[in-house]
């Protein structure tokens, strides 16, 4: 089992410029999750599924749009770049409440 | 949702050292409680949790933590550390009806021969 994959590992950006980066898990989990992750604010929340065809606003949703049209994928959106977007991006998988499992991680810079 | 504070932003320590790594979180509603590392360039990967049963729970690696719903703490501790304990921490609660996480902010810790 490949776990939680995250495409692609690294991406640079130009303010405005517009992508998508893909999580796929192969574990038959239920829940989804992406975070991001900044020096000294630990992983926070920006959206979630609880299942196929369903998605919720986390803690930091905007600027951001997701889909999970299939149950193993979940894509997270940036319409419009901005620099404030530069972070690391991590996406993760559970059965209901208990562990969560994290792909590697996905690296965005904003110029 | 909950607030999670981890005491310690860094912490260096010696080779075969003991080490604590404090976390509090915010309510005493039913909670899951999870300890995660991550090391360099790395994802997240999960050292022990919490779900209910004894409050003293082991994990990976000898690492071991003891859930207090008192003092709402969870902290991790491991009696002898490795050079290759050097990671970030993070501690990470949920309510019982909640599947979501809080992140506290992360504890660096850096193992020294």
């Known amino acids: 089992n490949a776990g939680v994959t995250q495409t692609p590992k690294f991406r640079v950006l130009k303010t405005g410029q517009s992508m998508t980066l893909l999580c796929a898990q192969d574990?038959?989990?239920?829940?989804m999750y992406w975070y991001r992750q900044d020096p000294g604010m630990g992983l926070r929340l920006i959206h979630y599924?609880?299942?196929?065809?369903?998605?919720a606003k986390g803690e930091v949703p905007d600027g951001y749009n997701v889909s999970r049209l299939k149950k193993q994928n979940f894509l997270l959106g940036l319409e419009s770049a901005a620099p404030s977007q530069t972070s690391v991006y991590f996406c993760?998988?559970?059965?209901?409440?208990?562990?969560?499992?994290f792909g590697p991680g996905t690296r965005l810079t904003v110029l | 949702a909950q607030s999670v504070t981890q005491l310690d932003s860094q912490v260096p320590v010696f080779e075969e050292a003991p080490v604590e790594l404090r976390c509090n979180y915010s309510?005493?509603?039913?909670?899951?409680l999870f300890w995660y590392v991550q090391y360099p360039n790395q994802g997240l990967q999960l050292l022990l949790k919490?779900?209910?049963?004894?409050?003293l729970v082991k994990g990976i690696n000898g690492f071991e933590a003891e859930f207090n719903k008192s003092q709402t703490s969870f902290h991790l501790r491991k009696p002898s550390v490795h050079i290759s304990d050097t990671a970030e921490y993070f501690c990470?609660?949920?309510?019982?009806?909640?599947?979501?996480?809080?992140f506290g902010a992360g504890t660096t810790v850096t193992v020294r021969a």
């Open positions: 993760a998988s559970s059965y209901r409440e208990d562990t969560q499992y």
């Open positions: 574990m038959n989990h239920e829940y």
């Open positions: 599924s609880v299942g196929e065809g369903t998605t």
């Open positions: 309510s005493s509603v039913s909670v899951y």
């Open positions: 919490y779900l209910s049963g004894s409050t």
């Open positions: 990470a609660v949920s309510d019982g009806n909640d599947y979501k996480l809080s």
